[in-house]
């Protein structure tokens, strides 16, 4: 079957760093994305990762060990405009489509304090 | 430029009426898909497809109809609206579906079905 787990939400202070975590179990893996969704707005792509290790953005990264089933998002200097939620999504072969559609978690809900 | 647009932004509706939202792409992108948002399930692929003329179903098909006559559009009917089917509904392209492919989301249709 085909899963996808992240922690529903969380908190983190203005400045600091957050990491945020997805754990995926999937038929026929073929690749990682990370979007951010604001309140009321579209999902918007952040990072894409399909071989093991860290991709950096600025001040964010993503980070994938396949072997683990496993990937983590990680925002540094957080600024009060990174509240939003975090969606996890993998591009699974046995979900149809040519290279496989993408399967979604639930999203992370981060809020920023100052 | 555009991007990707949605219409309605917002609709109310009564159990067992016809509803069609509209979805419309300004970059000839070959892909397209409906996803619908629910608290507690995060996005779930409806439909998607692949050029003008080739559809196919997604995780929750039921109630939904779609068509693609054109490369730039991809309505989706509701064909006799349930309360269950009230939910955020986003429309996404992607030129192709290559692996680091990402998609482009719309701005969201909120549909209450009464």
């Known amino acids: 079957g085909q899963n996808i787990d992240q922690p529903t939400e969380m908190t983190a202070t203005e400045g600091a760093i957050v990491q945020i975590n997805c754990t995926y179990q999937?038929?026929?893996?073929?690749?990682l994305f990370w979007y951010q969704q604001h309140a009321g707005e579209a999902p918007t792509f952040l990072s894409y990762?399909?071989l093991d290790g860290l991709e950096e953005k600025g001040r964010f990264s993503s980070f994938l060990s396949r072997s683990k089933g496993y990937s983590y998002l990680l925002l540094k200097e957080l600024q009060m405009k990174d509240s939003a939620s975090y969606l996890c999504?993998?591009?699974?072969w046995g979900y149809g489509g040519s290279q496989g559609n993408l399967i979604f978690g639930k999203g992370t809900k981060l809020s920023v304090k100052p | 430029d555009a991007g990707i647009t949605q219409s309605p932004r917002y609709k109310i509706t009564e159990t067992g009426r016809q509803v069609t939202l509209m979805c419309h792409q300004t970059?000839?992108?070959?892909?397209m898909f409906w996803y619908r948002q629910d608290l507690g399930h995060g996005l779930r692929l409806i439909y998607y497809?692949?050029?003008?003329?080739?559809?196919d179903k997604g995780e929750v098909p039921d109630g939904y109809v779609v068509s693609r006559s054109k490369t730039e559009n991809f309505p989706l009917t509701l064909e006799s609206a349930t309360r269950s089917q009230t939910s955020v509904y986003f429309c996404?392209?992607?030129?192709?579906?290559?692996?680091?492919?990402?998609?482009?989301f719309g701005p969201g249709t909120r549909l209450l079905v009464l």
């Open positions: 970059w000839s992108h070959s892909y």
């Open positions: 999504a993998v591009r699974d």
């Open positions: 990762n399909v």
């Open positions: 996404a392209s992607s030129e192709s579906l290559t692996i680091q492919e990402t998609q482009y």
């Open positions: 999937t038929s026929g893996f073929n690749g």
């Open positions: 497809s692949a050029a003008a003329d080739i559809t």
